[in-house]
């Protein structure tokens, strides 16, 4: 079902070191949902394996065409790659958790609800092409699509499951 001989590390918020013995592909759209609750579970489990560098988690904004996850992409926009990837993180964690302040505004208004917070709208567009494109050849449709190794995690993702996969590669 997947290719997962597709995945890159490219063209992602890293979090954690390079030298991680497990990478955590986590394709999400900052509007989605479901995207919200895989934070939510599990950012404050990954936290400790992060900090103490077991584990490394690759961010992948993934650009869709719902109605709802195009407000997704552009607050995407917003993510600084080029930048401190600390910073990027905490922008991605605060507004997925902000959801519901934004993602419910037309379109048209959601470039301006993140100007407004002091942004600047950042020349992501290849970048997330780039994206869309390795996720179609990985085989990924839906969001969150998160890879440990080759178990993929998708949509709503089992937290024993989860966690049993990364444990199991420590």
């Given at each position: ?43 404050s489990f990954l936290a400790p394996l992060v900090a103490t560098g077991q584990v490394q988690r690759i961010l992948k904004h993934y650009n869709k065409t719902s109605n709802r996850l ?101």
């Amino acid at each position: 079902m997947f290719d997962t001989s597709k995945i890159t590390y490219q063209d992602a918020i890293k979090v954690g070191e390079d030298t991680a013995k497990v990478k955590i592909v986590e394709y999400i759209n900052l509007a989605c949902p479901d995207a919200l609750i895989y934070q939510e579970t599990f950012a404050s489990f990954l936290a400790p394996l992060v900090a103490t560098g077991q584990v490394q988690r690759i961010l992948k904004h993934y650009n869709k065409t719902s109605n709802r996850l195009q407000k997704g992409n552009v607050a995407n926009d917003f993510i600084a790659y080029d930048g401190d990837h600390a910073t990027a993180y905490n922008f991605i964690d605060q507004y997925m958790r902000k959801q519901n302040d934004w993602a419910t505004l037309a379109l048209d208004e959601v470039a301006g609800y993140f100007e407004a917070k002091g942004f600047e709208k950042q020349d992501n567009a290849e970048l997330a092409e780039r994206v869309f494109a390795e996720a179609q050849a990985v085989g990924v449709g839906a969001v969150p699509t998160v890879f440990v190794g080759d178990q993929a995690f998708i949509e709503t993702v089992d937290a024993d499951a989860f966690k049993k996969a990364i444990s199991s590669q420590l």
